[in-house]
């Protein structure tokens, strides 16, 4: 299927198209959004739920309590498009913490009027301007992270001490790289088993080199294409691969 483009303006109730069915085994689908190209008026606000815009106006920035509307407004516009529902029907809740029970990823709550239609996992990472967001068929997680300005050396100690060790002997600016690659790759892993990154991230190691499917911590992980400035990982629950099918375009950054 061809990528979906981002409108530059999204009209109150604008949804992917129904129907569209939710990825099978390997499966995973990819929406990019620029943040920047997104205008969210006061009707598409209705889309979202209490808890959500009382969130937003909780940020003390105005680029920031953007950055947040524009990312889960389309989110509840991308998972309608597979539900079958209006976005601002969804019912959005929390899982559990596999771990320590505690309140953790965002889910499809079970609802009536969803008809023929399954319920996807999905998972939403932002960074910067950009808005990532991944469904399929079974667990799914993704992160996005924006390259650092400044050192990020210090990071390299919440990582796997294999991962911390690999590091440690490249170049500065390749070291950077690494880390913030090593970091997206294991943010998706726990966004994808449910844990969350609460419990740190470094239980397990998720490698530096190219990822195409790596087998890690119960997931298999790959790099995604992103942005220039970006870098971004999809982790998918099982072993095998992961195939991702691009339906809205990584957008160019200037």
């Known amino acids: 299927m061809s990528p979906v483009h981002p409108r530059s303006t999204v009209q109150p109730g604008n949804t992917a198209p129904h129907g569209r069915t939710v990825p099978a085994g390997d499966a995973v689908d990819v929406w990019w959004f620029d943040t920047r190209t997104v205008t969210v008026g006061p009707a598409d606000l209705a889309d979202l739920d209490h808890g959500e815009r009382k969130r937003a106006e909780a940020f003390l920035f105005p680029a920031d309590r953007r950055r947040y509307r524009v990312a889960h407004l389309m989110l509840r516009r991308v998972l309608a498009g597979y539900t079958g529902t209006t976005p601002a029907s969804l019912p959005l809740g929390r899982g559990r913490c596999p771990r320590c029970g505690a309140a953790g990823k965002p889910v499809l709550l079970p609802a009536s009027g969803r008809g023929a239609h399954t319920a996807p996992s999905f998972s939403l990472a932002h960074s910067g301007d950009m808005v990532l967001i991944a469904v399929a068929g079974r667990p799914v997680g993704v992160d996005v992270e924006a390259d650092a300005a400044g050192c990020v050396c210090s990071l390299a100690l919440a990582l796997h001490p294999a991962d911390a060790a690999r590091v440690a002997g ?44 790596l087998s890690v911590n119960g997931c298999t992980v790959r790099g995604l294409a992103a942005p220039p400035g970006y870098r971004a990982a999809v982790a998918l629950a099982g072993t095998g691969s992961v195939t991702a099918h691009l339906r809205a375009e990584a957008p160019a950054t200037s």
């Open 170 to 213: 490249l170049g500065e600016r390749e070291r950077h790289e690494a880390i913030i690659t090593c970091w997206a790759r294991a943010e998706a892993v726990l966004k994808a088993t449910g844990q969350g990154i609460g419990h740190g991230l470094g239980g397990f190691a998720v490698g530096t080199g190219q990822a195409t499917g």
